[in-house]
């Protein structure tokens, strides 16, 4: 059998439970394929031969006994490097945590070796998830595979490249304000950001602690599903974990949306958004409308002040979050000195890479005496009212639709101004600052480039937007396109 890495996560696992195909041998594809190809994507910022083979013969034997079977037993995976793997070094790609090896896994990789799926390794990731094109790492930026000059989006850019270019059936990374999203829209796969507490953040490092979710990155709806379905639930470890029932996600595949009430929020279609991917976007909307939904105007008028309050919210966060790397617990240590507090200060100089200082003066500016209330305080206040926006539009509709990014991939190196990267979440910022779901799909092409769809459900929606995503699939291609590149 040949280009297994060709096979969705669905059509693999039917394979390996008619015993037609062994784990082992899927592995060895994948892994194959990281050598042929990784060298010019640089996704992987860890690959884990070795375990990877032996997990591969353990879901083997599983399946053999056909005893503790799950949809993703055999299954090569992927994990973004911000996701805590026991003994195995984690270093959100920073020279800070760069030899870091967590004594204990995170609880989405405690779910996930409990299925027994196989980890192929660690992805490329901006330092500390804090980037949108995965340029911000401290070893090297990550290519996306449809031009190898443009890049993959970020910050989980290397979970979304190992997935569009073959080397993973699948993977997971981190939503802070579009990280998983607006990745999969320009890499041309699936992005899935579950409701805030609908995934543990246990074992997750942490960028912006209000913000961030774990989610995956899939070919098609029903791999998202059994991803999503894999490590959603409560988890007592996390203050912050639902205690919602989980729904069963593949069942809400039925492949119609007839009668389904979806919004087009007028704020999403702003000057500036590339002709191209406004023009796929509107298409899509179409296709929609064809399969009986109905299509509706919305407004959500606060959506303009998401990105200020965005950037004051999760750098204020992240100047708490990352104040515990002074070079005493964990992580690098600056020690050619006998003072304490030049080693604390040289630590954090030397082991932070540039985007992660601006955002920590930036919160610790706005969280300081006098600008508090100035800033955090007003930041706040702007989140309630998008969050009240969306109460107000999911009253009337089923999900939202809207462009994931408003634009296509770019040049590598060809955003220097951090204002004009800031840019690039837009579309995808407020449905973190409300805690609600969000996915983005293959919506098709402009000038030989994916553009992504971005669909919005409300909290614990997920089954909806995935049922509108499968349904998507189902009368067009553009997800089963592969990169020419590689």
Same mark, same amino acid.
């Given at each position: 059998?040949?280009?297994?890495?060709?096979?969705?996560?669905?059509?693999?696992?039917?394979?390996?439970?008619?015993?037609?195909?062994?784990?082992?041998?899927? *592995?060895?594809?994948?892994?194959?394929?990281?050598?042929?190809?990784?060298?010019?994507?640089?996704?992987?910022?860890?690959?884990?031969?070795?375990?990877?083979? !032996?997990? %591969?013969?353990?879901?083997?034997?599983?399946?053999?006994?056909?005893?503790?079977?799950?949809?993703?037993?055999?299954?090569?995976?992927?994990?973004?490097?911000?996701?805590?793997?026991?003994?195995?070094? *984690?270093?959100?790609?920073?020279?800070?945590?760069?030899?870091?090896?967590?004594?204990?896994?995170?609880?989405?990789?405690?779910?996930?070796?409990?299925?027994?799926?196989?980890?192929?390794?660690?992805?490329?990731?901006?330092?500390?998830?804090?980037?949108?094109?995965?340029?911000?790492?401290?070893?090297?930026?990550?290519?996306?595979?449809?031009?190898?000059?443009?890049?993959?989006?970020?910050?989980?850019?290397?979970? %979304?490249?190992?997935?569009?270019?073959?080397?993973?059936?699948?993977?997971?990374?981190?939503?802070?304000?579009?990280?998983?999203?607006?990745?999969?829209?320009?890499?041309?796969?699936?992005?899935?950001?579950?409701?805030?507490?609908?995934?543990?953040?246990?074992?997750?490092?942490?960028?912006?602690?209000?913000?961030?979710?774990?989610?995956?990155?899939?070919?098609?709806?029903?791999?998202?599903?059994?991803?999503?379905?894999?490590?959603?639930?409560?988890?007592?470890?996390?203050?912050?974990?639902?205690?919602?029932?989980?729904?069963?996600?593949?069942?809400?595949?039925?492949?119609?949306?007839?009668?389904?009430?979806?919004?087009?929020?007028?704020?999403?279609?702003?000057?500036?958004?590339?002709?191209?991917?406004?023009?796929?976007?509107?298409?899509?909307?179409?296709?929609?409308?064809?399969?009986?939904?109905?299509?509706?105007?919305?407004?959500?008028?606060?959506?303009?002040?998401?990105?200020?309050?965005?950037?004051?919210?999760?750098?204020?966060?992240?100047?708490?979050?990352?104040?515990?790397?002074?070079?005493?617990?964990?992580?690098?240590?600056?020690?050619?000195?006998?003072?304490?507090?030049?080693?604390?200060? !040289? *630590?954090?100089?030397?082991?932070?890479?540039?985007?992660?200082?601006?955002?920590?003066?930036?919160?610790?500016?706005?969280?300081?005496?006098?600008?508090?209330?100035?800033?955090?305080?007003?930041?706040?206040?702007?989140?309630?009212?998008? !969050?009240?926006?969306?109460?107000?539009?999911?009253?009337?509709?089923?999900?939202?639709?809207?462009?994931?990014?408003?634009?296509?991939?770019?040049?590598?190196?060809?955003?220097?101004?951090?204002?004009?990267?800031?840019?690039?979440?837009?579309?995808?910022?407020?449905?973190?600052?409300?805690?609600?779901?969000?996915?983005?799909?293959?919506?098709?092409?402009?000038?030989?480039?994916?553009?992504?769809?971005?669909?919005?459900?409300?909290?614990?929606?997920?089954?909806?937007?995935?049922?509108?995503?499968?349904?998507?699939?189902?009368?067009?291609?553009?997800?089963?396109?592969?990169?020419?590149?590689?």
């Amino acid at each position: 059998m040949t280009d297994l890495h060709t096979l969705t996560i669905h059509e693999a696992a039917e394979l390996l439970r008619q015993r037609k195909l062994s784990s082992v041998e899927l *592995t060895k594809a994948h892994l194959e394929r990281i050598r042929a190809v990784d060298d010019r994507v640089k996704a992987f910022t860890l690959v884990t031969d070795d375990l990877a083979l !032996k997990q %591969a013969e353990e879901a083997d034997k599983r399946l053999a006994s056909g005893e503790n079977l799950s949809p993703l037993t055999g299954i090569p995976l992927a994990i973004k490097d911000v996701i805590c793997t026991k003994g195995i070094t *984690t270093t959100c790609g920073s020279r800070m945590l760069e030899n870091f090896k967590p004594p204990f896994d995170a609880t989405v990789m405690e779910k996930l070796n409990a299925a027994g799926a196989v980890m192929l390794g660690k992805t490329n990731m901006d330092e500390f998830a804090m980037g949108s094109s995965t340029e911000h790492s401290a070893f090297f930026p990550t290519h996306n595979p449809w031009d190898l000059d443009r890049a993959p989006g970020g910050s989980s850019g290397g979970s %979304a490249a190992v997935v569009a270019a073959g080397m993973a059936m699948g993977s997971y990374g981190s939503d802070t304000g579009g990280s998983i999203r607006q990745p999969g829209a320009l890499c041309n796969i699936l992005g899935l950001k579950p409701t805030y507490g609908r995934v543990s953040r246990y074992g997750l490092v942490a960028f912006a602690s209000s913000l961030d979710q774990i989610g995956p990155f899939a070919r098609d709806a029903q791999d998202a599903a059994t991803l999503l379905q894999a490590v959603a639930g409560h988890d007592q470890r996390d203050s912050t974990s639902s205690t919602q029932e989980v729904a069963n996600y593949s069942q809400a595949l039925t492949g119609s949306i007839k009668g389904m009430r979806i919004g087009v929020p007028k704020e999403y279609w702003v000057e500036g958004m590339d002709s191209g991917v406004e023009k796929v976007v509107h298409s899509a909307i179409e296709a929609l409308r064809d399969l009986g939904a109905e299509i509706v105007d919305v407004s959500l008028p606060h959506t303009k002040y998401g990105l200020a309050a965005y950037y004051i919210v999760a750098p204020a966060e992240a100047s708490a979050n990352l104040a515990r790397y002074d070079g005493v617990k964990y992580g690098y240590s600056y020690r050619d000195t006998d003072d304490m507090w030049e080693a604390m200060e !040289k *630590t954090r100089q030397n082991g932070f890479g540039a985007e992660v200082k601006r955002r920590i003066m930036l919160g610790t500016y706005a969280l300081s005496a006098g600008y508090y209330d100035a800033y955090y305080k007003q930041a706040e206040k702007i989140r309630a009212l998008i !969050k009240r926006d969306f109460d107000e539009a999911f009253a009337q509709v089923d999900a939202l639709v809207s462009p994931a990014s408003p634009t296509v991939a770019f040049k590598l190196g060809e955003i220097s101004d951090p204002y004009q990267m800031y840019l690039q979440d837009m579309f995808t910022i407020p449905a973190n600052l409300a805690g609600i779901c969000g996915i983005s799909i293959p919506g098709g092409f402009s000038e030989n480039l994916p553009v992504g769809v971005q669909l919005l459900g409300n909290t614990f929606q997920e089954a909806a937007i995935l049922r509108i995503a499968d349904a998507f699939e189902r009368v067009t291609d553009h997800h089963k396109q592969w990169p020419k590149n590689l």
